[in-house]
C-alpha cells in the first residue's frame, strides 16, 4: 500500500517523518507531504484552502500513485475529506488520526466556536501576510500538555504560520461520506485540542476509532504506538 501522510496547520511533512519510516519497515510506501506555504522561504499570501486541495491531488495524481491510504491529522481532515471524491479510484482507505471530520460547509476556524473564529479572522487580516500562528503557551498547554518542556519547544520551533485562508474557508463538499471508500478513526488519548470530543468525530464516519497514547502530537512523541494504530485495519 502507498501511504500518503498529510500534517496539520503550521507542521510539514516532516512531522509524520517517524511514523512514516515505521510504515516503510512494515512493508509500505510512504509519502509525507507539505502543503503550499508550509516549507521555510515559501510565500503564504493568497493561498486557500483550495489550493492545498490541489496540491494533496495533484501529488497522489502525478506520483501515479494506487490503492492508496490517504491519512491527515487534525486540519487535515479538511483538505482529506475534499481530496476524496477526486480521489477516489485510487484511495484504499482513509484515516483521520487526531483529526476534524468536518461537516460540510465547515471551516477549520468555525469549528473551534465563533469567538476563536473571530480571533483568527482579525489575525490573518492584521497580519501582513495574511497568516495566524500560535504562541508557545497556547501549543504547549493544547497541543502538548504534561509532555517535556525541551520536547514542546523542539517541535513548536519547526512550526510556520499558517495562510489564513486554509482555516477559515469552508469545506465544499460532503462527498467522503458517498465514496464507499473504508475509514478509520485513530485518536490520541490525551489529546485536548480538537473542536468536538474525538467519539463524536469518529461517529461522524460511522466507526469507532482506535486509541493509541498521548497527546495531539503523539505521530512525535509515540510513533511506535501511532502506527501501529494506522496499520490496525488493514490486517
Known sequence: MHFVF???????GWCWHPVGQRI??????????????LSLGDDPRGLRL?????????????????DVVLVGHSWAGFPITAAAPRLAARLARIVFYSAYVPLPGESMASALGPETAEFM????????????????????????PGEPAAA???????????????VLDPIETDG??????????????NDRSLAAPGLELAARVGVQPIMVPGTHEALLTHPDEVTKGLLADLD
Open 6 to 12: 498529510v500534517p496539520g496547520v503550521g507542521h510539514g
Open 24 to 37: 516503510h519497515a512494515a512493508g509500505h510506501s510512504a509519502l509525507a507531504l507539505t502543503m503550499p506555504g
Open 50 to 66: 483550495v489550493d492545498a486541495v490541489d496540491h494533496l491531488v495533484g501529488e497522489v495524481e502525478r506520483r501515479d500513485l494506487t
Open 121 to 144: 479572522r482579525a489575525t490573518a487580516e492584521a497580519s501582513p501576510d495574511g497568516t495566524i500562528g500560535m504562541d508557545f503557551e497556547t501549543f504547549a498547554n493544547n497541543l502538548m
Open 152 to 166: 514542546q519547544r523542539v517541535i513548536y520551533d519547526q512550526l510556520l504560520p499558517t495562510p489564513g485562508g486554509y
Open 176 to 189: 467522503i461520506y458517498t465514496t464507499g471508500i473504508p475509514i478509520t478513526y485513530v485518536l490520541s488519548e
